[in-house]
């Protein structure tokens, strides 16, 4: 089992309408969820970090997580052909004195006009 | 400007010429880490690095060498590439660890022959 796990995509969705993405990871006691955004061929930007159970919401974005399910997402709310790229979900391994950081292959969506 | 910067961005070689990637960071962060990424895999960690002379291992180690002898710098020594080590490579920061966002560099390109 992967340690992080994304939808495949990729995911085509309306100009406005709403985006979802969804991660599941396999450590129970992870603690950091990141989304990044990466632009083809350009380096992976965050978007946005969430720590605790529940919504955060950032501009047109919300993450959501849900700890006991093992699930983080990410909402893209009125989607703009701007938001076409890939998204990853990274998650922050528990293990005691282990920092490694765990990416998901990514999830690519494309807005249509 | 507060960067993460990768040298060389492109890099065509042959097979068991060693090479090194340099990375540097500006931000005064303590963890740095490099990553690979493949098409369908997503980003892979490598090496990590929580401060001066404290490296770990990530995901995929093998074939690769990493030193911090100074806390803003962060090479990726390949002693001995192999074709199997043609990919895009990234370098990140954080200001502490794996449970702060990563600042990414641009990238470097690197083709094994």
């Known amino acids: 089992q992967k340690e992080v796990e994304q939808n495949s995509g990729p995911l085509s969705v309306p100009e406005g309408a709403i985006a979802s993405l969804n991660c599941t990871y396999s450590?129970?006691?992870?603690?950091?969820f990141f989304w990044y955004r990466q632009y083809s061929g350009k380096s992976p930007e965050l978007i946005m970090f969430i720590y605790s159970n529940g919504d955060k919401e950032d501009g047109r974005f919300t993450a959501q997580l849900n700890k006991a399910s093992q699930y983080v997402s990410l909402l893209i709310r009125d989607s703009q052909p701007s938001d076409s790229a890939t998204y990853l979900c990274?998650?922050?391994?528990?293990?005691?004195?282990?920092?490694?950081?765990?990416f998901g292959a990514g999830t690519t969506v494309t807005v249509r006009a | 400007e507060a960067q993460v910067t990768q040298n060389p961005r492109y890099l065509i070689t042959v097979t068991g010429k060693k090479l090194t990637v340099t990375c540097s960071q500006n931000m005064n962060h303590e963890y740095m880490s490099w990553y690979r990424q493949d098409p369908g895999l997503g980003l892979r960690q490598i090496y990590y690095?929580?401060?001066?002379?404290?490296?770990d291992k990530g995901d995929v180690p093998e074939g690769y060498k990493v030193s911090r002898k100074e806390k803003r710098n962060f090479p990726l020594i390949l002693e001995s590439p192999s074709p199997n080590q043609t990919s895009l490579y990234f370098c990140?920061?954080?200001?502490?660890?794996?449970?702060?966002?990563?600042?990414f560099g641009d990238g470097t390109r690197l083709s094994i022959l």
């Open positions: 990274a998650v922050n391994l528990s293990r005691s004195n282990d920092y490694k950081l765990s």
């Open positions: 690095s929580m401060n001066v002379e404290v490296t």
């Open positions: 450590d129970r006691g992870s603690q950091s």
């Open positions: 990140a920061s954080s200001l502490r660890d794996s449970n702060q966002p990563q600042h």
